[in-house]
């Protein structure tokens, strides 16, 4: 498969067997997020079934461990889902006792004391909303204000403009780091994400080879996004919460505009919620979620993502081939149209920025076929690909969760491998690798960049043209 941009797929009962993972990757999983606010018991069984389907394609994997972080939400329901009727009254109070027809456990007592007559608590990713209508000594009474009103277990809730300050890990988000880190993942995203202090705080406590996404969905973020993005390893549009905070209607220009910061800045960016939402139940997508992923990959995101379809969706396997195939299109039309879609990065007296630029304009040459890029950290790796060349680009890095990572990136594909000890060592893995690659044939040109002295991270300052076969 010829695809650039990169598929996550939530982990879920839908695609736990693995049989199913090895399929999904096959047909263009490159990642899967374990989705921390959700029960995770188990998850070092999946996890190695994702690593033995690893072996088996000989395709690195990343995983991702998406924290809760403090997005709030309901406890538990006595059924699979209550329906509400429309005007219905219902409570939201700290008691933590099973939630039924008429209450819901908040365990949130110091937030359930500040809200006030009129304000509005909006359920399950603003789907539902409640009114305040009464304050109760132990909570508040709502009125629902939707038809066909649907509630169940840990569904999240959105307080309408009421401000909650979030720079520091939750306890739960820390036991969740230990844990990952214990699974083997190699990216932590961050929930609810304000500035850069939770960023900071997080780093001190993941491994070295691990990165860090941080989730835009609210305002906060958008108004501190400069420094986010300086601090972060990647972004994702978030664009659930994101459309509850900010409104639908300028979700779209949010995300384009984020999708132009970072690649300015070299930072890769997810587009995340609600893809191909339909295809939970429908084994084909509609045209409007085609059109979606498309105009995310047309606006140059990296990576895109698939929540509920892949978790607990009917159709997982259609929905990844339907991702698949809309971002195969969109790429090809872009390729063909590569003038129209030239981005813009800001080199910004940084000389490791120069000389990728200069891999690009060489990979612009039709007896070009790939660039191998020596990337210790990750960091080579990834400023190759923000550079958007025309070719394939094969990473090699000795550290196998550097490999992993980056096998996110855009237009990566991973390969681990022993670090070079020099000059002539670079070359023989470098032509051991392209004697093992089928689309690079006798004569064609390869670029490889590397950063000398060797095993130094973040040097990126060497450029080599070679013939194979030579």
């Known amino acids: 498969m010829n695809k650039k941009a990169k598929i996550i797929a939530t982990l879920g009962p839908a695609i736990y067997d693995q049989k199913k993972l090895k399929s999904l990757v096959e047909n263009g999983v490159d990642a899967f997020r374990i989705n921390f606010s959700h029960n995770v018991q188990g998850i070092q069984k999946i996890v190695t079934k994702i690593r033995k389907v690893e072996k088996l394609t000989k395709k690195r994997l990343s995983i991702i461990a998406d924290l809760q972080g403090v997005k709030l939400r309901i406890g538990k329901i006595g059924a699979n889902f209550l329906n509400l009727k429309p005007n219905q009254k219902y409570i939201f109070d700290n008691n933590k006792k099973i939630g039924d027809q008429n209450r819901v456990c908040f365990p949130y007592p110091s937030i359930l004391k500040k809200l006030k007559k009129g304000n509005k608590i909006l359920l399950d990713d603003g789907k539902f909303s409640f009114k305040v209508i009464k304050k109760l000594p132990n909570g508040v009474l709502t009125v629902c204000q939707n038809r066909n009103c649907k509630i169940s277990t840990n569904k999240s809730i959105h307080l309408q403009n009421f401000f909650i300050p979030f720079d520091r890990l939750t306890s739960k988000d820390k036991k969740d780091i230990k844990h990952a880190k214990k699974l083997g ?28 996404i941080s989730k835009i969905e609210n305002k906060t973020a958008l108004k501190n996004i400069n420094e986010i993005i300086a601090a972060t390893d990647a972004i994702m549009v ?13 979700v779209p220009q949010v995300q384009l505009d984020l999708i ?9 960016v997810i587009v995340a919620t609600q893809m191909l939402e339909s295809m939970i139940e429908s084994s084909t997508p509609t045209r409007a979620e085609i059109n979606d992923v498309a105009t995310a990959i047309f606006q140059g995101a990296d990576v895109v993502m698939l929540s509920a379809e892949t978790a607990v969706g009917r159709f997982p396997l259609q929905t990844v081939k339907a991702m698949s195939d809309a971002i195969v299109s969109t790429e090809k039309y872009k390729k063909k149209n590569i003038e129209d879609f030239k981005n813009k990065v800001n080199i910004n007296q940084d000389p490791r920025k120069s000389v990728v630029l200069s891999v690009k304009d060489l990979a612009y040459n039709p007896t070009v076929k790939a660039i191998i ?29 550097v ?10 594909e991973s390969i681990n491998s022993r670090d070079a000890h020099g000059w002539k060592d670079m070359m023989d893995i470098s032509k051991q690798i392209i004697k093992k690659d089928k689309s690079i044939k006798k004569n064609d040109n390869v ?19 070679f013939k194979t076969g030579n």
């Not at 670029?447 to 080599?464: D, S």
Request: hydrophobic letters at 40%.
């Open 185 to 212: 993942c190699n990216w932590i995203a961050l929930s609810y994400i304000q500035n850069a202090k939770l960023i900071h705080e997080s780093r001190k406590l993941i491994n070295n080879d691990m990165g860090i």
């Open 238 to 250: 978030a664009r659930g919460d994101l459309a509850i905070d900010i409104g639908h209607s300028d």
């Open 260 to 268: 132009k910061k970072c690649s300015h800045f070299s930072k890769p």
């Open 373 to 401: 890029a020596f990337s210790n950290s990750g960091s080579t790796a990834k400023l190759v690909s923000t550079m958007r060349p025309s070719v394939k680009i094969i990473t090699i890095s000795p550290n196998i969760n």
């Open 403 to 412: 490999s992993r990572q980056t096998s996110l990136y855009w237009g990566v």
């Open 447 to 465: 670029i490889i960049t590397a950063g000398l002295p060797f095993g130094h991270a973040k040097m990126t300052n060497m450029i080599r043209f």
